[in-house]
T-cell receptor, first 113, second 113 residues
Framework: DQQVKQNSPSLSVQEGRISILNCDYT??????FLWYKKYPAEGPTFLIS?????DKNEDGRFTVFLNKSAKHLSLHIVPSQPGDSAVYFC????????????FGKGTLLTVNP | NAGVTQTPKFQVLKTGQSMTLQCAQD?????MYWYRQDPGMGLRLIYY???????DKGEVPNGYNVSRLNKREFSLRLESAAPSQTSVYFC????????????FGDGTRLSIL
């Protein structure tokens, strides 16, 4: 049973436009959500997070939105740059689970010049 | 500024051989984690150590053992490697606090023939 779902395996956008990556979850006990970015042959690196008590968190070009009633979050990248091309993982954490991360399968973002 | 260091980066084993993957972190984190990443599967937790001296199973622990040698080091052992364990293995460390992200190493690519 997949608790964190990223239903789009890939996304392609033009440089300068907005990239929107989506994530759905099923476990109501998740209290924190994170986005990680991964380049080939490297480990995932933390990008941005949001607490379940917030509905938006912004950091430069990156904004994460959380809709708790729909159990849905999204990552917006504006404007998109070619260096943003990577796999993006949505992850969720529950304090009651010893802070273990549950990951989605990832979305490959390609930003075309 | 090493962060999380994994050795080796690559390894090829024959079925039935044993192997220990090493992980060390220099951020004084309490918790350490081992994940595996398979194509189309995202990252799945194998074992974790919430603090020095403790270890617990994650989502996919079968065929693996771990040792939390000290606060810095957390090793993953394959006693009798199987082709199904061909994967990329990531070690991570963190403070086990929801708003503090886990930090990942660059992975070990393991192939079992």
């Amino acid at each position: 049973d997949q608790q964190v779902k990223q239903n789009s395996p890939s996304l392609s956008v033009q440089e300068g436009r907005i990239s929107i990556l989506n994530c759905d979850y099923t476990n109501s006990m998740f209290d924190y959500f994170l986005w990680y970015k991964k380049y080939p042959a490297e480990g995932p690196t933390f990008l941005i997070s949001i607490s379940s008590i917030k509905d938006k968190n912004e950091d430069g070009r990156f904004t994460v939105f959380l809709n708790k009633s729909a159990k849905h979050l999204s990552l917006h990248i504006v404007p998109s740059q070619p260096g943003d091309s990577a796999v993006y993982f949505c992850a969720a954490i529950s304090g009651g689970s010893n802070y273990k991360l549950t990951f989605g399968k990832g979305t490959l973002l390609t930003v075309n010049p | 500024n090493a962060g999380v260091t994994q050795t080796p980066k690559f390894q090829v084993l024959k079925t039935g051989q044993s192997m220990t993957l090493q992980c060390a972190q220099d951020m004084n984190h309490n918790s350490m984690y081992w994940y595996r990443q398979d194509p189309g599967m995202g990252l799945r937790l194998i074992y974790y150590s919430a603090s020095e001296g403790t270890t617990d199973k994650g989502e996919v622990p079968n065929g693996y053992n771990v040792s939390r040698l000290n606060k810095r080091e957390f090793s993953l052992r394959l006693e009798s490697a199987a082709p199904s364990q061909t994967s990329v293995y990531f070690c991570a460390s963190g403070w086990a606090v929801s708003n503090q992200p886990q930090h990942f190493g660059d992975g070990t690519r393991l192939s079992i023939l």
